[in-house]
């Protein structure tokens, strides 16, 4: 946080669990791995060599599973692909730096192939997709690859949309604010949501993912000397950094979900010495009421299940649905999507 200002309650108890290291206040986030296998028997056949798979996510993909169909221009390429080991996949997110208990639900899907548009592995909200290769996966690679990937989707799970305070303090940290250098039309090395999720892999990828002691963007200082950039990635994990709006801070995730999410409540510190209770109410995309939760006492941080259904009990249908938090004065509102 910035140090001219005061420390909001929760954000000090976070840096007084970081400091102690109390060990049973740490645990990873919640990966979920679907290794290559479970790809293919999710999908739809297009043809002899070509699928569609759609994720839990509702992204679509074409994938073509041979190399010689392709017309790939690369001397090593065989008459398969390789997908990234499962087992390797599940060693290299144990090696990874612990982090602060967190909400966060990434899925990592093991292609068998390569995506016919995006030729290259990605992430997409909080699914991490990586590409098949053209021979095995050297560890190092794997790791930089599925730990960089996995930096997107901290980022667009813990500062949704790159913007509001929690970006631009990130920006300030690390000393992006110059856009005629640092945009997402820049170079890639340039990008601040790349920079972000290579400082990510630097910060939390562990052994091998750092082996090479390399960053994408050499200009730049090791993210490991940038002072409190540390600490504003376990905030941003610990889900302290979202849209903000007159004292509370609110949030959903896995989003989109099936059956349930969590609907992340944060209030600043001046709301909860206000007092009182806090309302959550959900409507669905015609404004219609749908879910009214019991007011709770605020507190620093609030926690409800929506098991995506009515008052009555009833489950709802797939859609888009708004959830509207209010204490006091003070109203936030965000958007989940239900798929089925």
């Given at each position: 946080m910035d140090s001219l200002r005061p420390m909001p309650v929760h954000l000090l108890a976070l840096t007084l669990v970081l400091v102690l290291g109390t060990s049973a206040a740490w645990a990873q986030p919640h990966w979920t791995v679907v290794d290559a296998d479970a790809v293919i028997g999710r999908s739809t056949p297009i043809d002899a060599t070509t699928i569609r798979f759609v994720s839990e996510g509702g992204r679509s993909l074409t994938l073509g599973l041979d190399p010689r169909c392709m017309e790939i221009n690369n001397p090593i390429a065989g008459d398969r692909f390789h997908p990234l080991d499962e087992e390797l996949a599940r060693r290299i997110l144990s090696q990874m730096v612990a982090m602060p208990p967190s909400a966060m639900e990434v899925t990592i899907y093991l292609l068998p192939g390569l995506p016919t548009v995006e030729m290259s592995s990605f992430c997409s909200g909080a699914e991490v997709f990586i590409?098949?290769?053209?021979?095995?996966?050297?560890?190092?690679?794997?790791?930089?690859?599925?730990?960089?990937?996995?930096?997107?989707?901290?980022?667009?799970?813990?500062?949704?949309?790159?913007?509001?305070?929690?970006?631009?303090?990130?920006?300030?940290?690390?000393?992006?604010?110059?856009?005629?250098?640092?945009?997402?039309?820049?170079?890639?090395?340039?990008?601040?949501?790349?920079?972000?999720?290579?400082?990510?892999?630097?910060?939390?990828?562990?052994?091998?993912?750092?082996?090479?002691?390399?960053?994408?963007?050499?200009?730049?200082?090791?993210?490991?000397?940038?002072?409190?950039?540390?600490?504003?990635?376990?905030?941003v994990m610990a889900l302290q950094w979202l849209s903000f709006q007159g004292g509370i801070t609110a949030h959903n995730v896995p989003n989109p979900f099936n059956p349930s999410t969590v609907i992340l409540l944060d209030l600043a510190e001046e709301a909860v010495l206000a007092g009182g209770q806090v309302q959550v109410v959900v409507f669905d995309a015609r404004g219609r009421l749908v879910r009214r939760f019991e007011p709770v006492a605020v507190s620093p941080q609030i926690q409800l299940h929506w098991e995506g259904r009515d008052d009555a009990g009833r489950p709802v249908a797939s859609g888009r649905y708004v959830y509207r938090a209010r204490v006091g004065a003070s109203v936030v509102t965000g958007s989940m999507i239900l798929l089925k």
């Open positions: 590409a098949a290769g053209l021979a095995d996966w050297p560890e190092a690679v794997a790791a930089s690859t599925l730990t960089h990937e996995i930096g997107h989707a901290v980022q667009h799970l813990g500062l949704p949309g790159r913007r509001g305070p929690g970006w631009e303090r990130y920006l300030e940290l690390r000393g992006l604010t110059d856009t005629s250098i640092y945009s997402e039309q820049a170079a890639h090395y340039q990008r601040p949501a790349e920079i972000f999720a290579e400082d990510f892999r630097v910060l939390f990828g562990g052994e091998p993912a750092t082996v090479s002691g390399t960053q994408e963007n050499p200009d730049l200082p090791s993210p490991e000397t940038v002072e409190g950039l540390r600490e504003f990635f376990l905030q």
